[in-house]
């Protein structure tokens, strides 16, 4: 039967989310499941709400929990990558602090600006270990990666290796299913066309059963109906003329108009939550450490009723954002799950793309490939992300032509950084990385060239323990 191996598996409140995709179907409940991390407490807690899992979808999966890699990968035919390098503490804190001190705020830090180059340093090794491992052991496998900084790992394991590679992501058909709440309309009856990159992707085409739906995405700009947490992308869409899929605070990062030191009017006029992935990563702390105290109970409802609690937050959290239709169908699930005893799937790709190559039932996602000539007007062997169908074939990226000119030119911003930072992973030039940081447009909003070329410093030297040789 099929092997999935989960690479990271103490991450254990996805691992949870993506095992109930998978066994959501019946063809992958006999699958093997090979769950991996280096922490052997979070992995005997991921190991616990798989046996969970499995046991609720009546699957009959094979699964093992081990802290050696290369074993969890031997035989593989599916490798989910979902770790994070120097996790929370130390690495992510540093990546916020250190800049601080030279007035360089940032709200997400894991994609682009100073804090994504400083996270696919301390993360394209370890990437290419394991796309090398995948070559000795499992050479025909499937990575899929939900590791950030997501294009600048995509395009090194694609430049470093011959495993078959995509990126995962759920901005494209979550921003999808948003716009959907906020016109009223059911997520699923909208179509779209989406293209660009990881993070900075747009919908040329956003369809109501053929009904062009920007005019009404305008209408909410012309009345003043812009939700207050999503000011920044409604900026853009007014400006650029269509609409990206990453949020509004991680957009507010990726440019130079948004975030400034010298204009705490703009952090007010645009709702910039600064430092807000150090919150989220408080909050998944808590809510991990909610999830183990219940599955450690002795008393058998002491998890149904953290499930309970969680989806309460989940749907306070939607509503607060005005994402009404979307709580609204969540609770629709959860109903007809509990009435039908099925589990019900969330947005992410990976379950349906192992799936559709199992069985050959044909299906599209939006993945993080190579350009190939996907897209006209970005460069050759940028990663790009693009529609894909999937099936027994695999992951076959669609040709979408040209963007409109002035999507390639931001986007190519954010290329430029991404490239030299690839190319210092890959080459150890030292040098790379402050070119990359002086091209990056929020850093150099913000700081001079010394100022950038300390910081790159003063960081290298606090990620020594997870950076290669070169940059020590």
Request: with cysteine.
């Amino acid at each position: 039967m099929v092997k999935i191996a989960f690479l990271g598996a103490g991450s254990t409140v996805f691992a949870r989310t993506l095992l109930r995709d998978i066994f959501s179907f019946p063809e992958l409940r006999e699958a093997t499941i090979a769950l991996m991390d280096i922490d052997p407490e979070r992995l005997r807690d991921t190991e616990r709400v798989a046996h969970r899992v499995a046991e609720q979808a009546g699957a009959h999966a094979r699964i093992e929990a081990t802290t050696d890699r290369r074993r969890a990968l031997d035989g593989a035919d599916y490798v989910l990558t979902m770790f994070q390098i120097g996790g929370y503490r130390p690495a992510t804190v540093v990546d916020f602090e250190i800049p601080k001190k030279y007035g360089l705020r940032q709200t997400i830090g894991d994609t682009l600006g100073i804090g994504g180059i400083m996270r696919a340093l301390r993360t394209i090794p370890v990437m290419l270990d394991v796309a090398h491992e995948m070559e000795a052991v499992c050479p025909e496998a499937w990575l899929l990666n939900y590791v950030n900084p997501m294009a600048m790992l995509v395009w090194a394991v694609s430049r470093g290796s011959r495993i078959q590679t995509v990126g995962l992501c759920h901005s494209v058909q979550g921003t999808a299913a948003y716009l959907a709440g906020l016109l009223g309309i059911p997520a699923d009856e909208v179509s779209y066309v989406c293209a660009g990159i990881n993070h900075l992707a747009f919908y040329l085409r956003f369809e109501h059963q053929g009904r062009d739906l920007y005019p009404e995405l305008r209408r909410l700009l012309v009345e003043g109906k812009v939700p207050d947490h999503d000011r920044v992308r409604f900026d853009v869409f007014r400006r650029f003329g269509y609409f990206v899929t990453e949020s509004s605070e991680h957009f507010a990062e990726y440019v130079p108009w948004y975030i400034k030191r010298d204009r705490p009017d703009l952090i007010e006029r645009f709702n910039i939550p600064l430092d807000e992935y150090p919150r989220r990563c408080e909050a998944q702390i808590a809510d991990w450490m909610e999830m183990r105290a219940a599955l450690l109970d002795p008393d058998p409802a002491a998890f149904d009723r953290y499930e309970e609690a969680r989806r309460a937050r989940q749907l306070a959290k939607l509503e607060a954002a005005g994402e009404y239709e979307r709580a609204a169908r969540l609770r629709a699930q959860w109903a007809e799950e509990a009435q039908s005893g099925q589990l019900t799937r969330s947005e992410e790709y990976a379950a349906l793309i192992i799936h559709s190559i199992e069985t050959g039932q044909p299906r599209v996602i939006n993945g993080n490939v190579m350009n190939t000539g996907l897209i006209d007007n970005l460069p050759a062997g940028c990663c790009v992300e693009v529609p894909c169908l999937v099936d027994r074939n695999g992951v076959q990226p669609v040709h979408v032509g040209a963007l409109p000119p002035q999507l390639a030119a931001l986007i190519q911003t954010n290329i430029n950084v991404q490239a030299l930072t690839v190319e210092a992973a890959l080459t150890g030039k030292r040098e790379l990385v402050y070119q990359a940081a002086m091209l990056d447009p929020h850093t150099a909003a913000e700081l001079d060239p010394d100022q950038i070329t300390a910081l790159v410093d003063e960081l290298l030297a606090a990620h020594r323990a997870w950076l290669p040789e070169a940059f020590q």
